[in-house]
Antibody, heavy 122, light 109 residues
């Protein structure tokens, strides 16, 4: 059974870089697509981006200039970096395993990690 | 349009049927999935590919999708079903692809 656990600082100063890690257990990160999603009270759920095949990425165009997703296969971890953060980046950040079939135009996320709240404030 | 619209709230009495809708342009041409999010918890997949239930999800959760509207139906609603529900689809014609509905708060009165 796949389990995901996000970790990282809960408080980040404006203009700095948000860095989070998702540790995956029960599955190899080299096999599937791994996604970051965030949730804010104002904007709801927002897809940030994914990584697959240990290095191929695709990002939400609205965040693309500030986002980097990477993997550490030795630790079975997926990382998220978001630069130049503002208060608008305050959110609960989730990592999730992508399931379904792109060939069938079906994508869904299962399971999700427990999420980690990141507050951007000085 | 790549937006999914859900009603902000739906109320239902215990034992009754709750229906939560998700509307979008030609949504019936896309696969829709649904997530349940209880307070303080992360989302849990309850329906994928319009109407398929993952292992462990009760049979009272069903889904349908046609035209511009997908519907999550909860039959015999229980107090434990009180949660936020989100629809999600993949629009392969857009650069971002993944789209979520705004969520519906289900209240079991």
């Amino acid at each position: 059974q796949v389990q995901l656990q996000e970790s990282g600082p809960g408080l980040v100063k404006p203009s700095e870089t948000l860095s989070l890690t998702c540790t995956v257990s029960g599955d190899s990160i080299t096999t599937f697509y791994w996604t970051w999603i965030r949730q804010t009270p104002g904007k709801g759920l927002e897809w940030i981006g994914y990584i697959y095949d240990t290095g191929k990425t695709h990002y939400n165009p609205s965040l693309k200039s500030r986002v980097t997703i990477s993997v550490d296969t030795s630790k079975n971890q997926v990382s998220l970096k978001l630069t130049s953060v503002t208060a608008a980046d305050t959110a609960v950040y989730y990592c999730a395993k992508e399931s379904g079939s792109r060939g069938l135009l079906s994508i869904y996320f299962d399971p999700w990690g427990q999420g980690t709240l990141v507050t951007v404030s000085s | 349009s790549s937006e999914l619209t859900q009603p902000p709230s739906v109320s239902v009495s215990p034992g009754q049927t709750a229906r939560i809708t998700c509307s979008g342009d030609q949504l019936g041409d896309k696969f829709v999935c649904w997530y349940q999010q209880r307070p303080g918890q992360s989302p849990v997949l309850v329906i994928h590919e319009d109407s398929k239930r993952p292992s462990g999800i009760p049979e009272r959760f069903t889904g349908s999708n046609s035209g511009n509207t997908a519907t999550l139906t909860i039959s015999g609603t229980q107090a434990m079903d009180e949660a936020d529900y989100y629809c999600q689809a993949w629009d392969s014609s857009t650069a971002w692809g993944i789209i979520f509905g705004g969520g519906t708060k289900l209240t079991v009165l």
